[in-house]
């Protein structure tokens, strides 16, 4: 009979690193019988009890002192809650109050139809990234949308605008009426409609068009239809 020292294989582990060498560090000088092995995960990774490293030793039972899934790195996740108004492109609203992602990850958020992010360049008003940080916080996710304002509506130069004359917010409507000596033709409204439909590429655009009233205004003519009359010139004094 011979005897022989106990050694603890920790082969799945070295493969682990070997594939996600992102992800940290292993490090042992043998897997004898009382030797001790090392991990260190590198920023953006931890553990399962949430800890940078640990070091487990090698027992009577060829086994080391903590099983792989307690010796390997993985992703820190970043939470932040549901946002009022926003929706995240190819990702489904999650079961719970909180989006969950995973360290490096970069999500694409827009703002629902007819709103815009509030406070931002106006190139892209209702698009903007979030990602997850090594330190498991979620950059970027904290906005706020608000309806998209159109300027003051300029179109018939024969109409009159009633409501409102300044800037409106969608989908509010202009009302207009003719002004004096001239009729309507087609209705009398115009909405506010945003630019800013569902993961529309940034770009210079504008943050939102006003339909126009298809109201016209044209000018009133008097008919000259008489029967059994004529028109003749009017004396003036």
Request: with cysteine; hydrophobic share 30%.
């Given at each position: ?17 070997a594939e996600n060498p992102e992800s940290g560090t292993i490090s042992t000088r043998s897997t004898l019988l009382g ?52 929706t995240f492109e190819g990702i489904p609203p999650p079961p719970t109050p909180l989006y969950s992602m995973e360290f ?134």
């Amino acid at each position: 009979t011979t005897c022989q020292r106990i050694v603890c294989n920790i082969t799945s582990l070295l493969d682990y690193f070997a594939e996600n060498p992102e992800s940290g560090t292993i490090s042992t000088r043998s897997t004898l019988l009382g030797d001790s092995v090392t991990v260190s995960c590198n920023a953006g990774f931890l553990l399962l009890s949430q800890q940078l490293q640990a070091t487990a030793v090698c027992g009577p039972d060829c086994a080391l002192s903590l099983d792989n899934d307690h010796l390997k790195c993985r992703p820190v996740d970043c939470t932040f809650p549901i946002l009022k108004n926003i929706t995240f492109e190819g990702i489904p609203p999650p079961p719970t109050p909180l989006y969950s992602m995973e360290f490096r990850e970069v999500w694409t958020g827009a703002c629902d139809n007819g709103l815009v992010i509030d406070d931002v360049d106006p190139t892209c008003p209702w698009r903007f990234n979030v990602t997850c940080m090594g330190q498991g916080v979620a950059d970027g996710f904290n906005q706020t949308c608000v309806p998209s304002v159109c300027p003051p509506y300029t179109g018939d130069p024969n109409a009159m605008f009633v409501y409102p004359s300044g800037p409106i917010t969608f989908p509010n409507m202009v009302n207009v009426t003719c002004r004096q000596g001239y009729r309507a033709t087609g209705t009398s409204s115009g909405a506010c409609s945003p630019t800013n439909f569902y993961f529309l590429g940034c770009g210079n655009v504008e943050r939102c068009t006003m339909d126009p009233p298809s109201e016209t205004c044209e000018l009133v003519q008097c008919g000259t239809d008489f029967q059994n009359g004529y028109i003749g010139p009017q004396e003036r004094d």
